[in-house]
């Protein structure tokens, strides 16, 4: 029904104001980086709705691409003259971002991909809140942006040299992550992390499972109770529960001992496990191991051969999510451990601390690009459970 809606283009009144909030925000961010965040709000407003005013008032939409590319090309200049090199290449993603923005706004193409009988006031909600999402998402993933190019610094500093800006090839280097890999403080930790977290992952998935399985039986006492305490460690503030772990593990002597560590990290991730095992057995069908039991299977056989493999998608991204948390778990740590079992969060401590190590920047780049791998294979493992469960399409 949308897409047979016919378009109208809107007037000047509309779209130029639109493109000015849209140059307002792009000045915000230029101004504070320039000194002065209201000049360049202003001015990125006064941009914007006079390119807007020129492309939709003076001249015909049959010249829209031309006009487009004239926004690049204008973009791509003064991103020169205000940033140099790297100007050039924001100025080109701002060109096309903006000139795409001022006919999608002017030619009315919004309303193409919402249903025809909202009203402008749900209109303008539907984009608001995408748009605020995007801001809360650009807000989360910028100091991540941040670190990674600064992980390549042929400098040992945390900032951004004249080369790195200049895109200057004598400006970047791999000498951060050789010391990452060679240098015996680094390895030992990155070792002693590859120990811990497979064992207490494979601690959580088991415990987490069963009780997921069990407390998503109806007969099941005080269910409700059971799961509050048993998810209690992702709630309960890590320093609180690093502090109860200490008092306790040095009452049974387990303390700055591996086993220590891994039964602590074991109980941090059995709530991940539990909430997406349960999430998972929400769909399953119930019959089916009543079926088996008729057919002789014994509960071991039945969980094995019918549950599981229906569950195992559930189960497995609970255990990455156990993984990722043994992994970069440094507060609970810090307090079991000891020197031997310094774990690859610990080292980063560490070298923030006492050393101010630029090779921090290479480790949490490669803890990054393990962490987007393990959230990308959760992703993946979640719409097969819904495939499985028939809530998606195949």
């Known amino acids: 029904m949308a897409a047979l809606t016919p378009i109208s283009k809107k007037p000047l009144s509309f779209s130029v104001p639109m493109a000015g909030l849209a140059g307002a925000a792009l000045g915000l961010f230029v101004g504070t980086a320039n000194g002065s965040a209201l000049l360049g709000i202003v001015i990125g407003f006064a941009i914007l709705a006079m390119l807007a005013f020129v492309a ?6 049959a010249l829209e691409k031309p006009v487009r590319w004239g926004i690049v090309v204008l973009m791509i200049v003064a991103g020169y003259l205000l940033g140099g090199t790297p100007g050039i290449v924001l100025g080109a993603i701002f060109g096309w971002l903006f000139g795409w923005f001022i006919y999608w706004i002017g030619e009315g193409r919004y309303r193409a991909t919402v249903a025809p009988y909202l ?63 060679t240098n015996t403080e680094w390895t030992n930790a990155v070792w002693n992390s590859l120990r811990i977290a497979p064992v207490a992952t494979f601690l959580s998935v088991s415990l987490g499972t069963l009780a997921a399985i069990g407390l998503s039986q109806s007969h099941v006492p005080g269910r409700q109770a059971i799961m509050a305490i048993l998810i209690s460690p992702m709630i309960v503030p890590l320093i609180i529960s690093a502090t109860g772990m200490y008092f306790f593990y040095s009452k049974i002597g387990i303390v700055g001992t591996y086993w220590g560590v891994v039964l602590a990290h074991a109980v941090l991730g059995i709530p991940f496990v539990i909430i997406t095992v349960t999430a998972t057995l929400v769909g399953f069908d119930r019959s089916l191991t009543r079926a088996a ?43 079991i451990g000891s020197a031997e079992l310094q774990t690859l969060p610990w080292q980063m401590f560490t070298g923030l601390r006492e050393q101010i190590s630029p090779t921090i920047l290479a480790a949490a780049t490669i803890l990054v690009a393990i962490s987007i791998l393990l959230l990308s294979a959760v992703e993946v493992l979640r719409r097969r459970s819904e495939r499985l469960r028939g809530l998606s399409p195949g």
């Open 56 to 61: 939709q008032g003076l001249l015909p939409s």
């Open 119 to 181: 009203t402008p006031g749900q209109v303008l909600w539907h984009y608001s809140f995408r748009v605020l999402c995007g801001a809360i998402f650009v807000f989360l993933i910028t100091p991540i942006l941040v670190v990674m190019p600064l992980s390549f610094n042929a400098q040992d500093f945390f900032t951004f040299t004249p080369e790195m800006l200049r895109f200057d090839p004598a400006g970047y280097s791999l000498k951060h992550y050789r010391d990452f890999l």
């Open 293 to 335: 039991a008729n057919m002789g299977a014994n509960p071991v056989t039945t969980f094995f051969r019918v549950q599981m493999p229906l569950i195992l998608p559930g189960v497995i991204s609970g255990g990455l999510f156990a993984f990722i948390t043994s992994f970069d778990e440094v507060v609970v740590v810090l307090f």
